[in-house]
């Protein structure tokens, strides 16, 4: 069988003809003088960026996939899932996103643009794909995707597609320079709340939380060496009315270790509000439950 003697020509052209395409969502946004950030073109008068790297600002100087210039103009954003979400003055023909589903080892090309409309690509791997998991904020994503890859700080916003085309979701800087992918499931979920209303829905109880150790001759009777003290309450919030003061040690929520913030945000999603929750605490020496009515968090 006759091989082809030109492999390394035919990937590069294949590879130039999927990042062709692939930049047809990549949007970029003028943020000051030699300054821009990556954004994706999600629908014909929607872009989609990364809230954690946007100033700021309600109206914006967005470069789109083809060069030309428009303005946009700040819809909403959510800093516990990283989405911010940008609608143009005007629709433009925006490209048919297919959401991908992510897998260890696949190739990923992300796509960007600069401040004037010059293309730009990186091509990596998957090196890990997670479960869901909750940011340190409280936002619900639906899957932890790490690339080995490298981004520039402009690039971040911008789309990330899987060899065949398939898009991953939205690039970002994660914990310590990882390169993440925001999954284009948690985009769909959290985008038409943002330009419905701006903001994403969160459950709230209402207290100040601090990681403190159980006392030692507690700690058999708790099944927990650490919880989360209540140091301060608002005034008829959640927490308040079900009995919490200052100084309980919350062990759990609903039977979720209460060790780490991040497990009791991941009680307080957007779904979560009128939900009623389970408190186990400490309290004068006594291990107790409450009962608390999860309301959402004031915009405040």
């Not at 035919?10 to 692939?22: H, N, Q």
């Not at 003028?30 to 990556?38: E, K, M, V, Y």
């Not at 209540?230 to 929520?253: F, H, N, Q």
Request: net charge neutral.
């Amino acid at each position: 069988m006759a091989q082809d003697p030109n492999l390394l020509g035919t990937l590069s052209d294949l590879l130039v003809a999927r990042f062709a395409a692939a930049r047809a969502s990549a949007a970029a946004l003028r943020l000051a003088p030699g300054s821009h950030l990556g954004a994706i073109l999600w629908h014909d008068d929607v872009l989609v960026t990364s809230e954690q790297a946007l100033p700021g600002r309600d109206t914006l100087d967005v470069v789109l996939p083809d060069g030309s210039s428009i303005s946009g103009k700040l819809a909403g954003r959510d800093a516990s899932t990283n989405v911010a979400v940008i609608r143009l003055d005007r629709a433009v023909q925006a490209p048919k996103l297919s959401p991908s589903i992510p897998q260890t080892g696949m190739l990923v090309i992300a796509a960007g643009s600069d401040a004037g409309g010059h293309p730009s690509a990186r091509l990596g791997m998957v090196n890990a794909v997670g479960p869901e998991w909750h940011s340190m904020r409280g936002g619900r994503i639906e899957a932890r995707i790490q690339l080995d890859i490298r981004l520039a700080a402009s690039e971040e916003g911008g789309p990330a597609f899987d060899a065949a085309g398939g898009w991953l979701g939205m690039t970002t800087f994660g914990p310590r320079e990882q390169i993440l992918v925001i999954p284009a499931a948690t985009v769909e979920r959290v985008a038409p709340a943002l330009l419905a209303s701006g903001r994403v829905p969160r459950g709230w109880l209402g207290v100040a939380l601090r990681p403190v150790a159980v006392p030692d001759e507690l700690r058999d009777a708790a099944g927990e060496a650490t919880g989360l003290m209540a140091m301060s309450l608002v005034p008829e919030g959640p927490a308040a009315k079900a009995g919490v003061v200052p100084g309980d040690i919350i062990l759990s929520v609903d039977g979720t270790s209460a060790r780490r913030l991040r497990n009791v945000l991941g009680h307080l999603g957007g779904d979560s509000v009128g939900n009623s929750v389970s408190l186990r605490l400490i309290r004068g020496g006594a291990v107790m439950t409450v009962q608390a009515t999860i309301s959402e968090r004031p915009e405040a």
